[in-house]
T-cell receptor
């Protein structure tokens, strides 16, 4: 069956360090992968999209990599701040039909002073 | 910045009652979606909607669920006879193009539905 897996354990890091979150998927070859941020009681907010032919994408302090051989995406936040504390979700169109985004379980990040 | 708005923010209902959750997508968007998130679980796809038709739906979206775009601005999700397991946060989302076009989703803040 098709799966999108993210580390279910919360990630605690110190302010200023780089946070690295992982998204693994199985049994399909997505054309792209998206990352969202979700704060408690709020809807997901789009952060970055990376295409299958892109190895890396950056936006300010965020960096995403996409390894289609390993079927894995890594999401990095450099110089992390307490305001970065949230749950981060990866999402893929696993049906290829173009109208259904499937989300991973998310990884909760806590940045401590 | 334009945003997706959802009402009400909280809805409490008795089991077996009908509920309608309302959404106003971003005005120039053409694709509309409902997702739900049970407490502590992942965001799950329910249905996508384009050109007044359902494009895709999940196995969760059974005959008890329906969607409608009653006018040019609103998009609604109706649950005909609510069950305890329908308790969740329901998110509406919209996009200008389908997600298959590498398009991101814009989510509302959600409606927390509690079925007693």
């Amino acid at each position: 069956s098709q799966k999108i897996e993210q580390n279910s354990e919360a990630l605690n890091i110190q302010e200023g360090k780089t946070a690295t979150l992982t998204c693994n998927y199985t049994n399909y070859s997505p054309a792209y992968l998206q990352w969202y941020r979700q704060d408690p009681g709020r809807g997901p907010v789009f952060l970055l999209l990376i295409r299958e032919n892109e190895k890396e994408k950056r936006k300010e302090r965020l960096k995403v990599t996409f390894d289609t051989t390993l079927k894995q995406s890594l999401f990095h936040i450099t110089a992390s701040q307490p305001a970065d504390s949230a749950t981060y979700l990866c999402a893929l169109d696993i049906t290829g039909g173009g109208n259904k985004l499937t989300f991973g379980t998310g990884t909760q990040l806590k940045v401590e002073l | 910045e334009p945003e997706v708005t959802q009402t009400p923010s909280h809805q409490v209902t008795q089991m077996g009652q009908e509920v309608i959750l309302r959404c106003v997508p971003i005005s120039n968007h053409l694709y509309f979606y409902w997702y739900r998130q049970i407490l502590g679980q992942k965001v799950e796809f329910l249905v996508s909607f384009y050109n007044n038709e359902i494009s895709e739906k999940s196995e969760i979206f059974d005959d008890q669920f329906s969607v409608e775009r009653p006018d040019g601005s609103n998009f609604t999700l109706k649950i005909r006879s609510t069950k305890l397991e329908d308790s969740a946060m329901y998110f509406c989302a919209s996009s200008p193009l389908p997600t298959g076009s590498r398009e991101k989703l814009f989510f509302g803040s959600g409606t927390q539905l509690s079925v007693l």
